[in-house]
């Protein structure tokens, strides 16, 4: 009789381990009921109200060139619709929009717009439409701190010199348009026009360059850009090879002709 006294124990003692792990399975089921709909509602009802926000901002400054609704105007503005929050918050932040005046490209100035007010724009505009989302630039920022400069330097010499140039410096392209230079231009500015590809850029979408690429790209131009001249301080506007060769191809002939008039003086 022992045995089967010993197996019934051991069966009570399993059953007992089982309800309790149901009793706890339960438990946890209905606090996370109880709470993740408040909390859901809370963000929904938080959207909303921005997106309320950034369309009281829209109607006030931008509904006359991309028109009601986003939806844009022929010969002044594009529509909205699709072009995602990290295109509004890239042209918004950077002052390029609104913009003063129709020119071949929009320029970098002075803000309009606090950045709670363009994170609002954007998120009534991703409302509308979706796209490309913005990445918070804390969590860029942190990216690119983990990130590899040197791996960086090798994807920006492929994707990104022939426009902006080896050292960042930008560049002219044709029909009036450029290349900005990318000196102190915020980490997720660059990473939202990478994202989005504004004006003349192309899109660098992830399949293209991953997040982990984008970041190792911005921390390779934070690199250069935080006064590494290496060739000291006469750095010939840091443009490559091209300033360099006709710098030295100026000052050896000139100091060539010099010392060929002077020896021809002194015979």
């Known amino acids: 009789m022992a045995a089967p006294s010993r197996h019934r124990k051991r069966w009570r003692k399993r059953l007992g381990a089982l309800a309790r792990f149901v009793g706890a399975l339960a438990l946890v089921g209905g606090v996370y009921t109880a709470f ?3 909390i859901s509602a809370d963000e929904s009802e938080s959207l909303a109200a921005m997106a309320e926000e950034g369309k009281e901002l829209f109607d006030t400054s931008c509904v006359s060139c991309h028109g009601p609704n986003a939806t844009g105007v022929d010969g002044r503005g594009p529509s909205l619709i699709g072009v995602g929050s990290a295109s509004v918050e890239f042209q918004v932040n950077s002052g ?7 020119e071949a490209q929009a320029p970098r100035k002075n803000p309009v717009f606090t950045p709670e007010e363009a994170e609002a724009i954007a998120v009534y505009i991703q409302s509308l439409g979706g796209g490309p989302e913005a990445v918070p630039a804390e969590v860029v920022d942190d990216m690119v701190d983990d990130a590899n400069p040197a791996r960086g330097g090798e994807l920006y010499r492929v994707n990104c010199s022939s426009c902006h140039g080896f050292a960042t410096g ?17 980490s997720d500015q660059i990473y ?6 504004p004006q003349n850029m192309p899109v660098f979408a992830d399949a293209q360059l991953t997040p982990e690429e984008k970041a190792e790209v911005i921390a390779y131009i934070e690199y250069i850009n935080t006064d590494r001249d290496m060739g000291g301080p006469m750095t010939l506007g840091r443009f490559g090879p091209s300033t360099e ?4 191809f100026l000052i050896g002939i000139g100091t060539l002709a010099v010392a060929t008039l002077w020896i021809a003086g002194k015979s």
């Open 170 to 186: 930008g560049g002219a392209l044709s029909s009036g348009k450029f290349a900005p230079s990318l000196e102190g231009v915020p």
């Open 96 to 102: 390029r929009m609104p913009m003063a005046r129709q």
């Open 245 to 248: 060769g006709l710098a030295i």
């Open 192 to 197: 939202e026009a990478m994202l989005t590809g």
């Open 36 to 38: 993740a709909p408040g």
